[in-house]
């Protein structure tokens, strides 16, 4: 049952929040549905990590490892987004006050279509939810409706709904070779996984193609990143950390699936591909952000850097490297959040995204200015922070695989984005202000919603919690490296 309230309250307070009666209300309609939701998807986790499988409908809703890990990232990553929304979207200077009700109604579906895709078993089920999910960000980047907010919804929508047919011919080829040698078994990740080794190694490598090239489009990876910047630049900070943190993971997930039902198969090698992108996507990003000029894009092609080092993790295709795979999709999402919360306090402490308008934020915000070092440093992968641990660890694994020449590329890439990030940093932390600006006031629910997701920033670089540490193998396992 818990599986199944899961995906069922986000709907249910979508159609609150329509309601002309509770329209009033939308903000602690979400409020309530998005803690509830997580307090479930922790309840969740805790079972899968103590050894169970949660079966909501058999078939239908199943939560393994690698599932449960993403409706926990979704889950927190959702609610403490709708905490910051509290302040920043019911600023008295907002314009759009009287559409907030449409917001949070979109909002919750939103919620719903990113939970649905990890915890249903059946893939063209997850298609069809991955293609909600673009629907849904699509109106809520474009959600202020400035030209820019417009223009980004345009391009996100064009950019990313051209891969869903892609994905969907990949999809068929593989239940073609799936119906062809099971004679018409029910259609599961299990069973494509199970039968992978009696199924035609060409076809399935043509489908992981295609669906890759669909969804990778969804999730950022160079060069079909191109929509990412856009969007997270002009959509409203709360949208823009769902996004970035956990929109960007779950069509990677997807992916991940395919990729095991791939190493199944004893014929059917993508690993080369795998790492050859991966590492594209890492390069791109990293040489973008030494001329990045604005602080929100700098944190959108941190995302396609760290997509890319997952890509490249799991193309390594050994126990280790997933592990170190599905950490980095754990610390990538708690961490980006943090970015955009704390990109939203600044475009609000100073009304621009301009890196070289922001000096000496230390002294126009010391809470600003404390949080975005902060943040800084935890998403460029600085020790002791999680990111770091998860990107030390992935490199090991090549390490020890002897992949030494795929270690050293992404070595010097991972280096080359951490000290561009930081270079933007220090510029906009420390130093004189340009203009004087006087200290702001930042709403309460603002500075909440970044002391929440800090803490978990903070407490993993130093230690995980060993239910949190055996969800994380179980989801390793579910990768099907060796």
Known sequence: MALIAVVAIPVV?????????????????????????????????????????????????????????????????????CIFAGGYMHRAEHESEPRLWWFYSNYNLLVFALLAVPALAEPNLAWVCMELVTLFAVLLVGFDSTSSALEAAWKFAVLTIMGAPVALFGFFIMFWAFRSGTGGAWETWDALRSAAPSLDPNLLKLAFLLVFVGFGAK???????????????????????????????????????????????????????????????????AFLLLQVRDYKRMFAFSTVEHMGIILTASGLATRAADFGAVSQMLNHAITK??????????????????????????????????????????????????????????????????????????????????????????????????????????????????????????????????????????????????
Not at 36 to 55: I, K, N, P, Q, Y
Not at 454 to 479: F, K, M, S, T
């Open 13 to 81: 307070a979508a159609l609150l929040c329509w309601i002309g009666l509770f329209r009033r209300y939308a903000w602690g309609i979400t409020l309530a549905a998005t803690w509830s939701v997580f307090a479930l998807c922790v309840f969740v986790s805790a079972r899968v990590a103590a050894g169970d499988r949660v079966v909501g409908l058999a078939g239908w809703l199943e939560c393994d490892g690698l599932s449960a890990l993403v409706l926990l990232l979704v889950s927190f990553v959702c609610a403490v987004a």
């Open 219 to 285: 999730s950022g990876l160079a060069p079909m990143h191109t929509w990412l910047p856009d969007a997270h630049s002009q959509a409203p900070t709360p949208v823009c950390a769902v996004l970035s943190g956990v929109k960007t993971t779950v069509p990677l997930y997807i992916i991940l699936r395919l990729l095991s039902v791939i190493l199944a198969s004893p014929a059917a090698r993508v690993g080369g591909w795998l790492i050859g992108l991966g590492l594209l996507s890492v390069g791109i990003a």
């Open 337 to 482: 959040s943090l970015c955009f919360y704390v990109a939203g306090i600044i475009l609000l402490a100073l009304g621009t995204r301009e890196i070289e308008s922001v000096r000496g934020l230390f002294r126009v915000s010391p809470f600003a200015g404390s949080a975005l070092l902060l943040s800084c440093l935890a998403i460029a992968g600085a020790p002791p922070f999680p990111i770091f641990l998860s990107e030390f660890s992935i490199l090991s694994a090549g390490v020890r695989s002897g992949q030494y020449a795929t270690v050293w590329i992404l070595a010097i890439l991972i280096v080359v984005a951490f000290v561009a990030i930081l270079l933007h940093a220090n510029r906009m932390v420390f130093g004189k202000p340009t203009l004087p600006c006087p200290r702001v006031l930042l709403p309460a629910t603002c500075r909440v919603a970044v002391f929440v997701a800090a803490a978990p920033v903070i407490i993993l670089g130093v230690y995980i919690p060993p239910p949190l540490h055996n969800l994380l193998r179980l989801a390793a396992v579910q990768l099907g490296g060796r």
